[in-house]
C-alpha cells in the first residue's frame, strides 16, 4: 500500500473516531470533569508531545510553579518525521495524542486535511493574539474554514555553521563576517567555494545532501507543490537544475555521505569530517548535542555566519494544537498560549537557539547582541534575526514531508554514497514518487 493510501485511511479511521468523540463530548470526562479545562483550582495533568529540541524544559517548570495545580507530562519525540508517524497513528486510532502536540511546518498540509481533528482556537481567544506573530506564520495553520488550529512557536531562517579550524587549516578566512563575506551568492558560488575547501584539504564540504536539497527548495516561489496544491516536481526546470547543482558538488566530493539525524554518533561534527553545514535557529540545539554527544564542546570551534546560499529561506517552525481528544481543552489551550507569548519565545531561543515566530520576540532578539559562547561568541539570535528578513514560507502539501524523507531521501543518498549519477537519481525519485504518492 502507497503512503498516500496508507495515510488516507489513517484519515478514514480518524473521522470514524472523531464521531464517537463528539458523542462522547456529550457526558461528562472520563476523569469527572466535563472535558473543558481545569477549573480555578482543580489538580491536572497536561500531556504534551514535542519533537526535537525544543528548549521547553525550563518553561515547563516555570509554568509549573505558577500554577501548582498542573502537572506537566512532556514527551519529546526524536525527529519531525517521527512525530508525524506518531500523531497519525493516533488520531487513525481515535485515541492516545496527548494534550497539546507539536505539528512540524513540513506536514502542516497534512493535518490541514484532518483540521477538524483539532480544535479550534478562535473559540479559546487566539483571534486577539493575530498581530502578534509574522502573518504568514497565523495564516499558516488556519484551514479553508477559517479555523485556526495551531499557536505559532518558531519559524526557520538559516545561517551557516562552520568550523573555524578546517576552515583554518584549508587556507580560508575563520573570521564570521570574513565568512559571511566569502559565501555570499548563490548556492553554485556556495559549492564553487566547497570544491576549493575540497580540493585542500581532501575533506568533505558538507554533511549529506538531503538537508543542502531541503534548504535548496525550500527557497523557491514553488517547491513540491504549487500554491494551489498541485504536484510541481515532474517537468520543473528548476527544481532540476538545482538537484544537477548539488549531483556535481557531491561527484566534487563535496558530500560526506552521513547520516541523517546520527552524523556517526556526533564524532563527524568533532573530528573534521565536514566543514560547514545548513542551519536553521532550531538546529543550533541539534548541532550543540551532536558536538556534545561526540565528545566536543565550545572549543570544538564551530561558528555562526550571517550569510545563506541564496539568501532568505524558511526551513521548518512548528505549531501547537490541541486534539479534539484531549479532555482538558481549556487548560491545554492556556498552556499552549503561555507558550508561545513573546516572552517565552525569547527564553526558548535562548535555550534551543529556536527563532521565534512573534513580531515583538523577533524584535527583542534583533536588538540583542547576546553571544552564544558555544558558537564562538555569535550573536545567533540577532544574526537569526538578520536573516528572517524577507522569509515567507512556501506553501506545504500534504505529502511535502514524504516526498524530502521518502522520495528524494533514498534518491539523494544513493547519489551520495556513488550508487547513482545525477540521472539515475532524479530517474529514482520519480519513481518513488509514482509509487508513495501520486
Given at each position: 500500500?502507497?503512503?498516500?493510501?496508507?495515510?488516507?485511511?489513517?484519515?478514514?479511521?480518524?473521522?470514524?473516531?472523531?464521531?464517537?468523540?463528539?458523542?462522547?463530548?456529550?457526558?461528562p470526562?472520563?476523569?469527572?470533569?466535563?472535558?473543558?479545562?481545569?477549573?480555578s483550582?482543580?489538580?491536572?495533568?497536561?500531556?504534551?508531545t514535542?519533537?526535537?529540541?525544543?528548549?521547553?524544559?525550563?518553561?515547563?517548570?516555570?509554568?509549573?510553579?505558577?500554577?501548582?495545580?498542573?502537572?506537566?507530562e512532556?514527551t519529546?519525540?526524536?525527529?519531525?518525521?517521527?512525530?508525524?508517524?506518531?500523531?497519525?497513528?493516533?488520531?487513525?486510532?481515535?485515541?492516545?495524542?496527548?494534550?497539546?502536540?507539536?505539528?512540524?511546518?513540513?506536514?502542516?498540509?497534512?493535518?490541514?486535511?484532518?483540521s477538524?481533528e483539532?480544535?479550534?482556537?478562535?473559540?479559546?481567544?487566539?483571534?486577539?493574539?493575530?498581530?502578534?506573530?509574522?502573518?504568514?506564520?497565523y495564516?499558516?495553520?488556519?484551514?479553508?474554514?477559517?479555523?485556526?488550529?495551531?499557536?505559532?512557536?518558531?519559524?526557520?531562517?538559516?545561517?551557516?555553521?562552520?568550523?573555524?579550524?578546517?576552515?583554518?587549516?584549508?587556507?580560508?578566512?575563520?573570521?564570521?563576517?570574513?565568512?559571511?563575506e566569502?559565501?555570499?551568492?548563490?548556492?553554485?558560488?556556495?559549492?564553487?567555494?566547497?570544491?576549493?575547501?575540497?580540493?585542500a584539504?581532501?575533506?568533505?564540504?558538507f554533511?549529506?545532501?538531503?538537508?543542502?536539497?531541503?534548504?535548496?527548495?525550500n527557497?523557491?516561489?514553488?517547491?513540491?507543490y504549487?500554491?494551489?496544491?498541485?504536484?510541481?516536481?515532474?517537468?520543473?526546470?528548476?527544481?532540476?537544475?538545482?538537484?544537477?547543482?548539488?549531483?556535481?558538488?557531491?561527484?566534487?566530493?563535496?558530500?560526506?555521505?552521513?547520516?541523517?539525524?546520527?552524523?556517526?554518533?556526533?564524532?563527524?561534527?568533532?573530528?573534521?569530517?565536514?566543514?560547514?553545514?545548513?542551519?536553521?535557529?532550531?538546529?543550533?540545539?541539534?548541532?550543540?548535542?551532536?558536538?556534545?554527544?561526540?565528545?566536543?564542546?565550545?572549543?570544538?570551534?564551530?561558528?555562526?555566519?550571517?550569510?545563506?546560499?541564496?539568501?532568505?529561506?524558511?526551513?521548518?517552525?512548528?505549531?501547537?494544537?490541541?486534539?479534539?481528544?484531549?479532555?482538558?481543552?481549556?487548560?491545554?489551550?492556556?498552556?499552549?498560549?503561555?507558550?508561545?507569548?513573546?516572552?517565552?519565545?525569547?527564553?526558548?531561543?535562548?535555550?534551543?537557539?529556536?527563532?521565534?515566530?512573534?513580531?515583538?520576540?523577533?524584535?527583542?532578539?534583533?536588538?540583542?547582541?547576546?553571544?552564544?559562547?558555544?558558537?564562538?561568541?555569535?550573536?545567533?539570535?540577532?544574526?537569526?534575526?538578520?536573516?528572517?528578513?524577507?522569509?515567507?514560507?512556501?506553501f506545504?502539501?500534504?505529502?511535502?514531508?514524504?516526498i524530502q524523507?521518502?522520495?528524494?531521501?533514498?534518491?539523494?543518498?544513493?547519489?551520495?554514497?556513488?550508487?547513482?549519477d545525477?540521472?539515475?537519481?532524479?530517474?529514482?525519485?520519480?519513481?518513488?514518487?509514482?509509487?508513495?504518492?501520486?
Open positions: 500500500m502507497s503512503t498516500r493510501a496508507l495515510r488516507k485511511t489513517a484519515v478514514g479511521i480518524a473521522a470514524t473516531a472523531a464521531g464517537a468523540l463528539a458523542l462522547a463530548g456529550c457526558s470526562a472520563a476523569d469527572g470533569s466535563d472535558g473543558s479545562g481545569s477549573g483550582d482543580e489538580d491536572i495533568t497536561l500531556t504534551i514535542t519533537f526535537g529540541t525544543f528548549g521547553y524544559d525550563g518553561l515547563y517548570e516555570e509554568y509549573e510553579a505558577a500554577n501548582p495545580n498542573v502537572t506537566i512532556a519529546n519525540i526524536d525527529t519531525g518525521g517521527n512525530a508525524r508517524t506518531d500523531l497519525f497513528t493516533k488520531l487513525a486510532a481515535g485515541s492516545g495524542a496527548s494534550d497539546i502536540v507539536a505539528i512540524e511546518e513540513g506536514w502542516i498540509g497534512a493535518v490541514m486535511e484532518v477538524t483539532f480544535v479550534d482556537l478562535t473559540e479559546h481567544g487566539i483571534a486577539d493574539r493575530k498581530d502578534d506573530w509574522v502573518p504568514w506564520k495564516d499558516g495553520a488556519t484551514d479553508p474554514d477559517g479555523r485556526v488550529i495551531g499557536y505559532g512557536t518558531d519559524v526557520g531562517p538559516a545561517g551557516i555553521c562552520y568550523n573555524k579550524p578546517a576552515f583554518e587549516a584549508a587556507g580560508l578566512p575563520t573570521d564570521r563576517d570574513e565568512v559571511a566569502l559565501l555570499e551568492g548563490d548556492w553554485a558560488h556556495y559549492f564553487e567555494v566547497g570544491q576549493q575547501y575540497t580540493d584539504s581532501d575533506k568533505a564540504w554533511d549529506q545532501s538531503g538537508f543542502v536539497w531541503n534548504s535548496m527548495v527557497q523557491l516561489a514553488e517547491g513540491y504549487t500554491a494551489d496544491g498541485e504536484l510541481n516536481i515532474d517537468g520543473n526546470s528548476e527544481l532540476r537544475e538545482r538537484f544537477d547543482l548539488l549531483a556535481a558538488a557531491v561527484e566534487g566530493g563535496q558530500s560526506a555521505a552521513q547520516t541523517e539525524w546520527d552524523w556517526n554518533g556526533g564524532r563527524s561534527f568533532v573530528d573534521g569530517t565536514f566543514a560547514t553545514y545548513v542551519c536553521p535557529g532550531w538546529m543550533l540545539g541539534v548541532v550543540q548535542g551532536q558536538i556534545e554527544a561526540g565528545g566536543g564542546d565550545a572549543d570544538t570551534g564551530w561558528d555562526f555566519a550571517d550569510v545563506f546560499p541564496g539568501g532568505a529561506g524558511n526551513w521548518g517552525g512548528a505549531w501547537l494544537s490541541i486534539p479534539e481528544s484531549s479532555m482538558h481543552k481549556e487548560a491545554a489551550a492556556e498552556l499552549a498560549d503561555w507558550l508561545t507569548q513573546p516572552e517565552q519565545q525569547v527564553k526558548q531561543a535562548t535555550a534551543a537557539g529556536n527563532f521565534p515566530s512573534t513580531v515583538e520576540a523577533q524584535e527583542t532578539l534583533a536588538a540583542d547582541a547576546t553571544p552564544n559562547e558555544f558558537f564562538g561568541g555569535a550573536p545567533t539570535g540577532a544574526i537569526l534575526a538578520e536573516r528572517a528578513k524577507g522569509v515567507q514560507a512556501q506545504k502539501g500534504p505529502d511535502d514531508s514524504v524523507e521518502n522520495v528524494f531521501g533514498p534518491a539523494l543518498d544513493k547519489l551520495d554514497r556513488g550508487e547513482a545525477a540521472d539515475e537519481a532524479w530517474d529514482e525519485a520519480l519513481g518513488l514518487l509514482g509509487d508513495l504518492v501520486e
